[in-house]
Nanobody
Framework: QVQLVESGGGLVQPGGSLRLSCAAS????????MGWYRQAPGKQRELVAA???????NYSDSVKGRFTISRDNAKNTVYLQMNSLKPEDTAVYYC?????????WGQGTQVTVSS
């Protein structure tokens, strides 16, 4: 069983930045594909960014050039640096750990972009 704890969400003005963190339990963090998903009210959960154990990265088109995912295997932590935030980035952001065929999810952290 893996526990994921997100932090770093909050309220920010358009154009601002936030950094999300996700701390994972367990001794094989380095083997997981780690990802950030988000879900806005009335919408389906969608992938924002993912990073494999080997460091390969994938971003959704909507965040390319603005968001950066990274991981620190020594700290069992994955980060999402979010810059140039837009109101449409408002959502609950979830951390995901995947080691096929199992998925683990965090409890989510709210990000609100509003003036």
């Amino acid at each position: 069983q893996v526990q994921l704890v997100e932090s770093g969400g909050g309220l920010v003005q358009p154009g601002g930045s936030l950094r999300l963190s996700c701390a994972a339990s367990g001794s094989i963090f380095r083997l997981y594909i780690m990802g950030w998903y988000r879900q806005a009210p009335g919408k389906q959960r969608e992938l924002v960014a993912a990073i494999t154990s080997g460091g390969s990265i994938n971003y959704s088109d909507s965040v390319k050039g603005r968001f950066t995912i990274s991981r620190d295997n020594a700290k069992n932590t994955v980060y999402l640096q979010m810059n140039s935030l837009k109101p449409e980035d408002t959502a609950v952001y979830y951390c995901n750990a995947k080691i096929i065929p199992v998925d683990y999810w965090g409890q989510g952290t709210q990000v609100t972009v509003s003036s």
